[in-house]
């Protein structure tokens, strides 16, 4: 069996040689994400590699290519075939007051913090369609607060902040967003926040009043303003820990003192260098606190 | 090579039967466990508090990048896909695989990848398919299959499909699972 012989020879090799030896399988992949960094800059070299591989993986069978070989040489010839990969390895995974407990948390423990200040900034990292900046929005309209501030809502994919910009969604959704909202705490009528379009609804439009939306990659860019609150759910999941940690440095020095740093549920600064920067506001809803 | 990672995957039953495999653990069991039972996208940790009750192993709800520690136990968060890397685990919030997030499938075939012959994959009852792909993986890499006996299932769908689909290293009723895996994951010598 290969696997065997590939694992002696792998700690064999190590100890004389400063490059880690990879299995055929994982060196495949390993070339295709370099070629995709080369070739076009889309840097996917630090992300976390298992789900990268099923992702990849899924990707080969739409294409109905055979190898990840394969799909590297298609993908340096074929510019099209690239950018498919690249929807294809970004996940968009998004509800309006996706996890409730999250936004009541953020009622209860933040809204308080934000009274205190006369403006505020909010920094929504990986926005993708736009549904959890809407859910905030709406979160602030209600606790009075929307008109003292300004939401920067930033993605690294043009297609999906297009989406967000204009708060189109299918209406078929809807009964699920009513079901989130009510779980969350929302103290209107949910439907007071939408328009029924034939089969889609449009949102308010005062709802995107304060919002500024803008491409931002967060593998590649720096900081660009100083804010009040970040939010960053379930995209650190997508990287390794070397790139966890240059995001986190990017947000702590993009937060200002006492600023508020927001999680996904299974999401954590404790495995990152960042672990003592931070007080735990609402441990189960990963919001923290920066210390100083 | 000793085995160092043991994954198991369930769905209808499958607390109860977790139970079980779970309260025959020792204390100095010396390979992890990384868990995937289907559960609602809304459960909260009531299912891990439940299962520390049963067991002298300490249970965790995966958060991301948490390092996999001998002699733990180890449950996919509700809503998310469990991954293995090696030495730790990640998380995604990819489609569900089968209807499935987290997806058994998606466990298995992560720990294949990343642990070759040192893991082993168990499929306990189960109503659906999410597993048998996952199961086949990781025979496939050396991996170690072992399947509950699909007469001591409480729904054996899952179970018989896994032993069709893939030449299985062992069938073992419930209570046996637990024998066979303090057995194999003994450290050699001992």
């Not at chain 1, 899924?58 to 340096?76: H, I, R, Y």
């Not at chain 1, 509800?95 to 205190?116: E, G, I, N």
């Not at chain 1, 860019?221 to 995209?235: K, M, P």
């Not at chain 2, 968060?77 to 058994?104: K, M, T």
Request: net charge neutral; with cysteine; proline share 4%.
């Amino acid at each position: 069996m290969a696997g065997t012989s590939g694992f002696k020879e792998q700690s064999e090799l190590s100890r004389t040689s400063p490059v880690s030896i990879l299995k055929p399988n994982d060196v495949d992949i390993h070339l295709l994400v370099e070629g995709l960094y080369h070739r076009y800059g889309y840097d996917f070299r630090n992300y976390a590699k298992a789900s990268l591989k099923r992702r990849i993986h899924t990707f080969l069978k739409g294409e109905n290519l055979a190898s990840v070989a394969e799909l590297q040489a298609q993908m340096l010839r074929d510019r099209a075939c690239a950018e498919r990969l690249l929807l294809g390895l970004t996940v968009n995974t998004t509800a309006m007051f996706r996890d409730p407990s999250f936004y009541q948390a953020f009622r209860q423990q933040v809204v308080p913090l934000l009274r205190t200040y006369p403006f505020f900034r909010i920094w929504h990292a990986g926005c993708s369609t736009g549904q959890e900046v809407y859910s905030m929005a709406i979160l602030l309209q209600e606790e009075g607060l929307y008109p003292r501030c300004r939401i920067y809502a930033t993605d690294a994919n043009e297609k999906v902040l297009h989406t967000a910009k204009q708060g189109i969604y299918p209406a078929k959704q809807m009964q699920e967003y009513t079901q989130l909202y009510l779980q969350a705490g929302g103290r209107r009528t949910f439907s007071e926040y939408y328009t029924a379009h034939y089969s889609n609804v449009i949102l308010r439009p005062f709802l995107r009043e304060r919002i500024v939306f803008g491409e931002h990659n967060l593998v590649t860019d720096g900081s660009f303003n100083e804010f009040n609150v970040i939010i960053c759910r379930n995209v650190l999941i997508y990287f390794n820990q070397t790139l966890q940690n240059q995001v986190h440095e990017l947000f702590y020095n993009s937060l200002c003192k006492f600023g508020i740093l927001g999680l996904g549920k299974q999401e954590t600064i404790r495995f990152t260098k960042y672990e003592t920067a931070y007080d735990e506001l609402a441990k189960a809803e990963k919001l923290y606190r920066r210390r100083s | 090579m000793a085995y160092e990672l043991v994954t198991i995957g369930t769905s209808l039953g499958g607390l109860s039967a977790l139970k079980t495999l779970l309260r025959s653990l020792p204390r100095e069991f010396p390979a992890a466990l990384a868990i995937v039972q289907h559960r609602h996208r809304e459960s909260d940790q009531a299912m891990s508090a439940f299962l520390q009750q049963f067991t002298v192993l300490p249970v965790h709800e995966v958060e991301d990048k948490e390092c996999i520690q001998p002699g733990h136990v180890y449950f996919a968060p509700a809503d998310y896909h469990l991954l293995v890397e090696y030495g730790y685990f990640s998380l995604s919030v990819d489609e569900p695989v089968s209807y499935a997030r987290p997806s058994i499938d998606v466990l298995l075939e992560s720990a294949a990848d990343a642990y070759h012959e040192q893991v082993i994959g168990v499929i306990l009852t189960g109503a659906n398919h999410d597993g048998v792909q996952g199961l086949s993986t990781l025979k496939a890499r050396g991996g170690t299959a072992i399947v509950q006996d699909p007469d001591t299932a409480e729904s054996a769908v899952l179970p018989t499909a896994a032993i069709a689909a893939v030449n299985v290293d062992w069938v073992l009723p419930l209570g046996q699972i637990a024998p066979r895996l303090i057995h194999l994951c003994a450290p050699a010598g001992a």
